[in-house]
């Protein structure tokens, strides 16, 4: 298991291992594509993986909303992934994206690291599992579930509810980050709300924010790759130090230029000597 370093911002790359996700479903159907896809997302400079057997797509232009898939579906998908990355030496810290406590204590004895849950820690067990395995949380807001989330969600205040939400579930374990869960029964004005509220909620503990592909950017899934980025570093201006993305090449550059002009350290003077600067 290796540890997550949050000393500076990093890319959290997605791998999807399910044949429904709405952006790249059944594109790694095998075994060896999702441990290529896995090795290339570290190469491309991520700072952890993010292994996905459940979609948890809205309902929306993709049809729809994706339909929830038993523990044991589960595993038989993601499971053989991280068995094979332990036993070639996966080289950055992994994280899981499940729901579900029983799936996640069989992938922290597998060498995940991070369980990456979109309900909060809902599931009984859940945050007695990660605390268990001395792992982490990313601790997400979601309103309502993947079938129903985008059925006219409404909010009085949104970012005092996700806040307050987001405050009490990082409370059930040791160790988290807290994520507002952009696109998870919000309409698009409250994606941005909620992004412009990151500083806030960066108080209660470090920030994930996943903004990657999603529809509240505009536009056609193959042209929010340069808004979602924009967005993302606008998430790392205001206090993320976690930006989740299935455009990991792209995000990293992103991110990397955006600290070398407005954060200089002595870090980033050492980086500028590298062959290439």
């Known amino acids: 298991m290796k540890p997550l370093d949050l000393s500076r911002p990093g890319v959290l790359g997605v791998l999807n291992v399910t044949p429904d996700s709405f952006s790249d479903g059944g594109r790694f159907a095998t075994l060896d594509a999702q441990v290529a896809r896995a090795f290339a997302i570290a190469e491309e400079g991520a700072l952890v993986l993010d292994v996905g057997g459940e979609s948890t797509r809205p309902r929306g232009p993709y049809g729809e909303g994706a339909r929830p898939v038993d523990a044991d579906e589960e595993r038989r998908r993601v499971l053989p992934v991280l068995e094979a990355l332990e036993r070639r030496g996966y080289p950055i810290a992994i994280s899981v994206d499940t729901r579900k406590a029983a799936v996640a204590r069989d992938a922290l004895s597998r060498g995940a690291a991070i369980i990456n849950d979109v309900s909060g820690l809902e599931d009984e067990g859940m945050a007695e599992a990660i605390d268990a395995a001395d792992a982490t949380a990313i601790?997400?807001?979601?309103?309502?579930?993947?079938?129903?989330?985008?059925?006219?969600?409404?909010?009085?205040?949104?970012?005092?509810?996700?806040?307050?939400?987001?405050?009490?579930?990082?409370?059930?374990?040791?160790?988290?980050?807290?994520?507002?869960?952009?696109?998870?029964?919000?309409?698009?004005?409250?994606?941005?709300?909620?992004?412009?509220?990151?500083?806030?909620?960066?108080?209660?503990?470090?920030?994930?924010?996943?903004?990657?592909?999603?529809?509240?950017?505009?536009?056609?899934?193959?042209?929010?790759?340069?808004?979602?980025?924009?967005?993302?570093?606008?998430?790392?201006?205001?206090?993320?130090?976690?930006?989740?993305?299935?455009?990991?090449?792209?995000?990293?550059?992103?991110?990397?230029?955006?600290?070398?002009?407005?954060?200089?350290?002595?870090?980033h003077r050492e980086d500028a000597k590298a062959p290439g600067a």
């Not at 997400?140 to 009490?168: C, I, N, W």
């Not at 409250?190 to 990151?198: E, P, Q």
Request: with cysteine.
């Open 139 to 267: 601790v997400m807001h979601m309103k309502g579930t993947p079938e129903t989330m985008q059925e006219s969600p409404r909010y009085d205040d949104v970012v005092a509810e996700v806040e307050a939400f987001l405050v009490a579930r990082r409370g059930r374990v040791r160790r988290a980050l807290v994520d507002p869960g952009i696109g998870f029964g919000k309409t698009a004005e409250h994606n941005w709300t909620l992004l412009r509220a990151t500083e806030r909620l960066a108080r209660i503990a470090p920030v994930c924010v996943g903004v990657s592909r999603k529809g509240f950017l505009g536009g056609k899934l193959e042209e929010r790759l340069a808004p979602g980025i924009g967005a993302a570093l606008a998430a790392v201006a205001a206090g993320a130090r976690l930006v989740r993305t299935h455009d990991v090449k792209e995000t990293v550059a992103a991110l990397r230029a955006f600290e070398r002009g407005s954060l200089p350290d002595e870090r």
